[in-house]
């Protein structure tokens, strides 16, 4: 195998493996700060805000909103560890996420919803349906940093629209939200501050 069709292997697999998947609660958290509105769903994606897998993420958050904005409520929750600079989330993934009408961004400090919602890659997207039980875990892009139609994009649509969908949860595909077992500043060097 010669190096470059060695190292286009490398990328297409690394472009195709999956983060490591969510196990939110199978209930909205009753001491879960995010509002509830009554008669809609509400979507929830925790995100890395220097992900770069993640701008498709946003951009697929864009296409179901534009779809179906009146039937869900939308957070992006973005990760900011303790210890970070002030404003190190506000990255261009914060103002695109920002600019989708009907999308709320709200800075994830600590990572203690990424917990509470058992989320590890960004990208994760979580949909409970208007009584708060989930309907969607898994991501809303067909691999890393593609856009463009995909089943988990499709699902959450589904279920927005119809209120049921074919599938119930999909690969998610992003980055690390964290790991603990870095410090501070080991964190720091792959995201190039």
């Keep these: 195998m010669s190096a470059s069709a060695f190292g286009l292997w490398i990328l297409l697999d690394y472009k195709t493996s999956p983060g490591t998947a969510a196990s939110p609660p199978y209930q909205f958290p009753k001491d879960c700060p995010l509002e509830k509105v009554p008669g809609r769903a509400t979507l929830i994606m925790l995100a890395h805000p220097h992900c770069p897998c993640s701008r498709a993420s946003i951009g697929e958050l864009a296409w179901i909103m534009a779809r179906a904005k009146e039937k869900v409520q939308a957070y992006v929750l973005v990760l900011k560890p303790a210890g970070f600079p002030q404003d190190w989330e506000k990255t261009d993934l914060w103002h695109n996420a920002a600019s989708i009408p009907g999308v709320q961004v709200l800075c994830d400090q600590g990572g203690n919803e990424a917990r509470r919602f058992r989320a590890a890659t960004s990208g994760q997207t979580i949909l409970y349906d208007a009584q708060g039980r989930l309907a969607f875990n898994g991501g809303i892009t067909g ?51």
């Design 143 to 193: 691999s890393r940093g593609h856009s463009g139609s995909n089943v988990g994009r499709s699902a959450v649509l589904s279920f927005l629209i119809d209120g049921k969908a074919e599938r119930k949860e999909t690969q998610v595909f992003g980055c690390a939200l964290f790991n603990d077992s870095e410090s501070v500043e080991r964190r720091l060097k792959p995201w190039k501050i």
